[in-house]
T-cell receptor, first 115, second 114 residues
Framework: QQQVKQSPQSLIVQKGGISIINCAYE??????FPWYQQFPGKGPALLIA???DVSEKKEGRFTISFNKSAKQFSLHIMDSQPGDSATYFC??????????????WGAGTKLIIKP | DAGVIQSPRHEVTEMGQEVTLRCKPI?????LFWYRQTMMRGLELLIY????????DSGMPEDRFSAKMPNASFSTLKIQPSEPRDSAVYFC????????????FGPGTRLTVT
């Protein structure tokens, strides 16, 4: 119930195309769903996040779509650029037994944008 | 503003040696996390601290791993003795407090145990 399942494991998209990464969860107690972006040799960095009371959030070319009933959320990258090539992690957060918020991480998706 | 600082950035050591990884969180952040990243297992939370107190160390793989946070600006992750399967990138992350979702990651330490 604590897992976040992420797919695909890797993705190749042509420049200018739409990149879509999907995540699914089971625990309805999750109340925050961030996406992190990691470039080679760097640590992950927060890209965009959504709460379950909103179905969509857009920041520039990046959009999170959230389907509460299906317990799924996805990241869409519009007009994908070579600079978007990175590993993307979805995550889910909830208040833990210790009154601390913990992040439950997806396995990551390696995205390659071909010029 | 300085981000999370980790040292060393790269460490190569022989099996059986002691390894100490260091982390300086962002000033004013009260929560600190240690992660390990490998191709096989992805990003794993090893331990986290809140106000310098270890809260959950259930992710620490074995007794060979230990972590300390003697003050608000410094933490160490120690592996003794190290083994080849410990080879990974180790990340430290900090967060303003236990109720803040966002975590700020350091650049990581790439550990290779031969």
């Amino acid at each position: 119930q604590q897992q976040v399942k992420q797919s695909p494991q890797s993705l190749i998209v042509q420049k200018g195309g739409i990149s879509i990464i999907n995540c699914a969860y089971e625990n309805t107690a999750f109340d925050y769903f961030p996406w992190y972006q990691q470039f080679p040799g760097k640590g992950p960095a927060l890209l965009i996040a959504i709460r379950p009371d909103v179905s969509e959030k857009k920041e520039g070319r990046f959009t999170i779509s959230f389907n509460k009933s299906a317990k799924q959320f996805s990241l869409h990258i519009m007009d994908s650029q070579p600079g978007d090539s990175a590993t993307y992690f979805c995550a889910a957060s909830m208040l833990g037994w210790d009154s601390n918020y913990q992040l439950i991480w997806g396995a990551g998706t390696k995205l390659i944008i071909k010029p | 503003d300085a981000g999370v600082i980790q040292s060393p950035r790269h460490e190569v050591t022989e099996m059986g040696q002691e390894v100490t990884l260091r982390c300086k969180p962002i000033s004013g952040h009260n929560s600190l996390f240690w992660y390990r990243q490998t191709m096989m297992r992805g990003l794993e939370l090893l331990i986290y601290f809140n106000n310098n107190v270890p809260i959950d160390d259930s992710g620490m793989p074995e007794d060979r791993f230990s972590a300390k946070m003697p003050n608000a600006s410094f933490s160490t992750l120690k592996i003794q003795p190290s083994e080849p399967r410990d080879s990974a990138v180790y990340f430290c992350a900090s967060s303003p407090d236990r109720l803040t979702y966002e975590q700020y990651f350091g650049p990581g330490t790439r550990l290779t145990v031969t």
